[in-house]
């Protein structure tokens, strides 16, 4: 296991367009966050799923913002509609219970560089 | 809402010598993480400290050791004999319910190494 793998690295849309992201979290990790990260600013939280129920999404930007987890291993993370500040790194990061409710910390991918134009 | 800040955008320091970076953060939680987080250029996040609420006496890991003052709300790291490859953005965040759940990152610190 080499550890959370995000594919594209980079991914470039004409505004208005679709994208979707994938992320691959270490194996038997049960928790997944997405995360973004804009120019000089820290990682900003956007949803997270424990295995495949979505916990929390009222911290996604928008409803053009979606995000999957459908067998509780891989998610992937959709913009419809792209716009210019959707711009910006789209990090992943997963963890995993060790017990009563204690969890490792969040181990990061590589993120997704998302250019709109 | 928890905050956390970090007031420095950039430090420097000589290879082998000390720096501190620094972290406050704002909270009405009593039992919370607090982290660092080292992110090099075009490379992924990496945990560098972890520090419980609960405990007082402070992180250490290797190299690296933190200043939790938990009245104060602050949270500073040092890095001792530092060296290249910690160049990088140092991040610092807050986190709750078992340490990870949705944290909550400073906007970073841009630390250069000079040989």
């Known amino acids: 296991d080499t550890g959370v793998s995000q594919n594209p690295r980079h991914k470039i849309t004409k505004r208005g367009q679709n994208v979707t992201f994938r992320c691959d979290p270490i194996?038997?990790?049960?928790?997944l966050y997405w995360y973004r990260q804009t120019l000089g600013q820290g990682p900003e939280f956007l949803t997270y799923f424990q295995n495949e129920a979505q916990l929390e999404k009222s911290r996604l930007l928008s409803d053009r913002f979606s995000a999957e987890r459908p067998k509780g291993s891989f998610s992937t993370l959709e913009i419809q509609r792209t716009e210019q500040g959707d711009s910006a790194m789209y990090l992943c990061a997963s963890s995993f219970l060790i017990g009563q409710g204690v969890f490792t910390e969040a181990f990061f991918g590589q993120g997704t560089r998302l250019t709109v134009v | 809402a928890q905050t956390v800040t970090q007031s420095q955008p950039e430090m420097s320091v000589q290879e082998a010598e000390t720096v501190t970076l620094s972290c406050t953060y704002d909270?009405?939680?009593?039992?919370?993480?607090l982290f660092w987080y080292k992110q090099p250029p075009s490379r992924q996040m990496i945990l560098v400290i972890r520090q419980e609420a609960y405990k007082q006496q402070n992180a250490t890991e290797n190299r690296f050791s933190v200043n939790f003052q938990k009245a104060a709300k602050s949270f500073s790291l040092k890095i001792s004999d530092s060296q290249l490859g910690d160049a990088a953005m140092y991040f610092c965040a807050y986190g709750t319910q078992g340490g990870s759940e949705k944290l909550v990152f400073g906007k970073g610190t841009k630390l250069t190494v000079n040989p």
């Open positions: 194996s038997e990790h049960n928790r």
């Open positions: 909270t009405s939680e009593s039992d919370y993480y």
